[in-house]
């Protein structure tokens, strides 16, 4: 048996009948005076002042100047990238057929920065509730479906069940925790106003960072610079193809954009790029005031083959050599393509075409 001595000589063999009485005593008192040093060491640690740390940064605000990041190009100066269909992807609910492989908040944590929507209504259905055994008993609110929410199940809409306020609470909440973004949402709308103000009024921190057009002078005064945006905190618009919702900070898409027709056809060989809407010429004129240039790029039926052929140097050529010249000269402010994360293998991705676009002078 082995046991310790209080000595600086340390450890000592002793015989295995056990310790000695009168050094088992001076053991004992040993220990006694190690734990009383211990507990002294701990409240002399304990109530010694701590060094001091930097404050946090206040919710929103950025980290370091904006010039910094953005310098002084307006809203309508810069390019982000968008996705199509945002919310059908294979992680945030069982899509059969999707756009996107991440979930929103992936798609976030990747660099886009716009992000179409399809809002509609769903009824509460008892008849739903029955026959899912219970995995189809949501309330009636507003939802993500991509046509009716009863229809078909992973083609029209999704389980579990993607609420418009639960998607739009993770874009508030990433812009919380990146005070230098700016977020765009493209709503196609199948809601009344009142629904939707119901919908966004559950999502936490929304009003504080919506952008409001008329309180920014926007008609008159142009838009703001990017830098503004992020220093006063309204990194956030939301855009609709219904107008009678603009009293909730969602802007008409007609009044405030230009947008090219959306699909390449089923083929992928329409690389036109003509106007969505007749009476709106992408290269529009208004004094004092320039749409927002929303291009799209994708077909009529998403799948990751005609996403890779599409995403890279037809991208790229097709903004240089069709939506440029028929913006007037411009480029696009949002890029919105499907699977957004794949390409031909050229070296360009949208991410990559959108940052070109960007260092543009």
Sequence with gaps: MIDMDMHCTGFRRRPAGGLRRGHARRTLVGLLLLALLGTAT?????TAPTAPTAPAAASGAPTEPATARWGDRRLDEVSFLTTHNAFTNYEDSRWSSVNQSESVRGQLEGGVRGLSLDTHWYERSTWLCVISFGSDCYPSDVYLCHGECKTFAGATYALPRQSFHGTMQTVVDFLAAHPQEVVTVFLEDYVSADQLRQSLGRVRGLSDMVFRPDEWGVRQNGWPKVADLVTSGKRLLIFSDRSDREDLGVMYDRSWTVSNFWSLGDL?????????????PLDRQEPGFRR?????HHRNVPTVLTAALDNGAKLRNRIAEQCRPAAGGRDPNFVSVDFHRLSDGSGHTPASIVGELNARP
């Design 42 to 46: 701990t409240a002399t640690a304990s």
């Design 268 to 280: 992928g060989n329409d690389l036109t790029c003509v106007s969505r809407w007749s009476d709106l």
């Design 292 to 296: 927002l240039f929303t291009m799209s």
